[in-house]
T-cell receptor, first 111, second 113 residues
């Protein structure tokens, strides 16, 4: 059973608009969440994270929101740029420092 | 050279072959990981080493055998693999503490014929 789920396999957004990528989790023991970005032929690279004691973390164009009661987090990218086109993975950490990844969402930003 | 490197980047092997994947990190990290990414499936954690000791093995078949000779190097020895083992194998490292960000290598694309 997948403990971290990204239900949208792909998302297409116009340049300059907002991209919203969603992630749901089932394990209430997760206490730290991360977003990774992956280009083809490269390993995932860390993008932004949030601790479970917060509900929002912002870094430039990227903002992650956490709704613990709903076990839901989202990544907002605004404004979206063509270079943001990649696969985005949501990941959750438990106390044992074990990352559990979602299946990824492929974001396509059209010029 | 910096970051996490993996060799080879691509590997094609038969089911009776024995091969090894290599990962090297130049970040001074204490923990290293092997992940498997199959098509249309989430990244799966295979092995975790912390300070060269294995701390996690997610029920990986014995045809995958990890080795961590020191904190900078991690190997994944492969033998008698199956076609369904074809996937992207990613290595990662982290400083070692909880909430540490993991830094990934580029991966090895493995095809088992």
């Amino acid at each position: 059973d997948q403990q971290v789920k990204q239900n949208s396999p792909s998302l297409s957004v116009q340049e300059g608009r907002i991209s919203i990528l969603n992630c749901d989790y089932t394990n209430s023991m997760f206490d730290y969440f991360l977003w990774y970005k992956k280009y083809p032929a490269e390993g995932p690279t860390f993008l932004i994270s949030i601790s479970s004691i917060k509900d929002k973390n912002e870094d430039g164009r990227f903002t992650v929101f956490l709704n613990k009661s709903a076990k839901h987090l989202s990544l907002h990218i605004v404004p979206s740029q063509p270079g943001d086109s990649a696969v985005y993975f949501c990941a959750a950490l438990n106390a044992g420092n074990m990352l559990t990844f979602g299946g990824g969402t492929r974001l396509m930003v059209k010029p | 050279e910096t970051g996490v490197t993996q060799t080879p980047r691509h590997l094609v092997m038969g089911m009776t072959n024995k091969k090894s994947l290599k990962c090297e990190q130049h970040l001074g990290h204490n923990a290293m990981y092997w992940y498997k990414q199959s098509a249309k499936k989430p990244l799966e954690l295979m092995f975790v080493y912390s300070l060269e000791e294995r701390v996690e093995n997610n029920s990986v078949p014995s045809r995958f055998s990890p080795e961590c000779p020191n904190s900078s190097h991690l190997f994944l020895h492969l033998h008698t693999l199956q076609p369904e083992d074809s996937a992207l194998y990613l290595c990662a490292s982290s400083p070692g503490g909880h909430t540490d960000t993991q830094y990934f290598g580029p991966g090895t694309r493995l095809t088992v014929l």
